[in-house]
């Protein structure tokens, strides 16, 4: 996932053409996007840290992060460099999503659901290889329920991904973004207060310490579930 010089101008310019013309008015004055728990960020290391947010529209959560680490609180662009996971079928649907994709889309094929439906094939080996080197070289948004459905559970190979990466893991909790679509994925609705909530990373230096057990893989998900899911 090497980028050239022409992806880095690609992606600033983007970046700094929503942010000065888009985010400020839609996510400021149309809207209130609110940031809790922000001083997390301060302590945090430029490379190996994944944010873990529960899902609620396909990138609105993620251009939300994107406005307020670096049109808010002023971040270089590659310092960190900040990407989000995303599935492949999303992120081509239409020019909005390629372009986002440019933006820092990571992409991958689910193993277990594509356009809505139910699937079952082998796990996509070169997107989990993609996720672990954006992880490694920066600072990754990752979505472990990997679908947008209310009360979806978080996917069981989140433990495994973070057992071997062993990154710094900061749950997160977004609230109220899908009241801000208007029709199906787009944004458009205004007056809203959509929230998002970091959480201090997660204690998991015994779980990297030893290998992997599948009991506590299971217990670093029940805990993180605790505060990014909605209650059942």
Request: hydrophobic share 40%.
């Amino acid at each position: 996932m090497i980028e050239s010089s022409f992806d880095r101008l690609v992606r600033r310019g983007m970046i700094l053409a929503i942010g000065n013309l888009l985010t400020p008015v839609y996510f400021r004055w149309l809207n209130s996007v609110k940031a809790e728990g922000v001083d997390v960020l301060k302590a945090l290391p430029r490379k190996n840290v994944i944010f873990l947010s529960n899902h609620q529209t396909y990138f609105t959560e993620a251009i939300a992060f994107y406005d307020l680490f670096y049109i808010v609180h002023g971040m270089p662009y590659e310092d960190p460099h900040l990407r989000f996971s995303a599935a492949t079928e999303t992120m081509k649907k239409n020019l909005l999503t390629q372009i986002l994709t440019y933006a820092g889309g990571v992409t991958f094929r689910r193993s277990f659901r594509e356009a809505g439906k139910e699937v079952n094939r082998p796990v996509d080996l070169e997107g989990i290889g993609k996720i672990e080197e954006a992880i490694a070289t920066g600072w990754l948004l990752h979505f472990p329920t990997g679908t947008t459905q209310h009360h979806a559970p978080i996917r069981p190979g989140i433990a495994q991904l973070l057992h071997r990466t062993k990154p710094i893991a900061v749950p997160v909790r977004v609230d109220g973004f899908r009241e801000l679509l208007l029709h199906k994925q787009f944004p458009g609705r205004t007056g809203k207060s959509p929230t998002i909530r970091f959480f201090p990373p997660m204690d998991l230096d015994a779980f990297y310490a030893a290998p992997f057990d599948k009991e506590k893989g299971r217990k670093v998900i029940e805990d993180l579930g605790k505060l990014i899911l909605d209650p059942a």
